[in-house]
């Protein structure tokens, strides 16, 4: 198994420029979620599904899509990219992440490191 | 809301020591609590799992602690070596579908 992959490792964008983000999971999860990673700040939550067609966000949604139309496969969106979306991104999926049945492991992607001028 | 508390200041000890990491949190416990390592440059590694109902947790060099009166977590590594030297990041699951991480704490262990 791969296990999470993403693309691309390293982006450099322009102001208002859009691009999306892949990650990709072959382990059969149902729970795909996207962290960004700033110095002092920690992982936070982007947005996360909890199966193929269910998306919701997550703590700093603004001025990211996503969808998830296959198990496999979740992408993030960046509409118009700002500086302030300067980050690390990473990618991750478990098998089941559901209110009452506990949280089962996380396993991440590489992240792909994104810099926006 | 929610907060998390980890040492921002980096640990640094010798090898063969035990390293003790801490995890801070406000307001009410989580249902569990996950420890994870993070490598430069790479994504964040699972490491150990404890409810709230577990005093304690141990896999190989490795020891968890969950005080839910104290609200903390201690993370411990026994015989530590430089091999060990990494971040390591607390996560707690309120079940809401939504981790919550810390910021991590860096650690160093020094020949």
């Known amino acids: 198994n791969a296990g999470v992959t993403q693309t691309p490792k390293f982006q450099v964008l322009k102001t208002g420029q859009s691009m999306t983000l892949q990650c990709a999971q072959d382990?059969?999860?149902?729970?795909m979620s996207w962290y960004r990673q700033d110095p002092g700040m920690g992982l936070r939550l982007i947005h996360y599904s909890v199966g193929a067609g269910i998306t919701d966000q997550g703590e700093v949604p603004n001025g990211y899509n996503v969808s998830r139309s296959t198990t496999e496969d979740f992408p993030l969106r960046l509409l118009s990219a700002a500086p302030s979306q300067t980050s690390v991104y990473f990618c991750?999926?478990?098998?089941?992440?559901?209110?009452?049945?506990?949280?089962?492991?996380?396993?991440f992607g590489p992240g792909t490191r994104l810099t926006v001028l | 809301s929610q907060k998390i508390e980890q040492n921002s200041e980096a640990l640094n000890i010798q090898e063969g020591k035990t390293a003790t990491l801490t995890c801070n949190y406000t307001?009410?416990?989580?249902?569990?609590l996950q420890w994870y390592r993070q490598d430069p440059g790479r994504g964040p590694v699972f490491l150990l799992l404890i409810r709230e109902n577990e005093k304690e947790k141990r896999k190989e060099r490795l020891k968890v602690t969950f005080d839910t009166t104290l609200k903390q977590s201690l993370f411990h590594i026994t015989a530590s070596q430089p091999a060990d030297s990494a971040t390591y990041l607390c996560?707690?699951?309120?079940?809401?579908?939504?981790?919550?991480f810390g910021t991590g704490t860096r650690l160093q262990v020094f020949p």
């Open positions: 307001n009410y416990s989580p249902a569990y």
């Open positions: 996560a707690l699951d309120y079940n809401t579908d939504k981790l919550i």
């Open positions: 382990m059969n999860h149902e729970y």
């Open positions: 991750a999926s478990s098998y089941s992440l559901l209110s009452g049945s506990g949280t089962d492991t996380q396993y």
